[in-house]
């Protein structure tokens, strides 16, 4: 009886496997078949050049702290 169910459960787990599989490679090709529109390329320039910015503030205030609390 115990065989049998674990043979079972076996099966379910393989089969669970090979279709998050087959899921993956098909967004992939999805993925690849779709070229960038210029649009959304300047879209993409512009976010990642305001999340630079955002990020070269928040290193400068991080760098500033210790002399902050130093002061205080």
Do not use: F, V, W, Y
């Not at 967004?27 to 910015?53: E, F, G």
């Amino acid at each position: 009886m115990e065989d049998s169910s674990e043979e079972e459960l076996k099966d379910i787990i393989k089969s669970l496997q090979e279709g998050t599989k087959k899921k993956q490679t098909s967004q992939r090709s999805k993925i690849k078949k779709k070229p960038i529109k210029r649009k959304n390329r300047t879209n993409l320039r512009a976010i990642s050049l305001q999340l630079n910015l955002k990020h070269r503030k928040l290193r400068h205030r991080l760098s500033n702290l210790p002399q902050i609390l130093c002061t205080n």
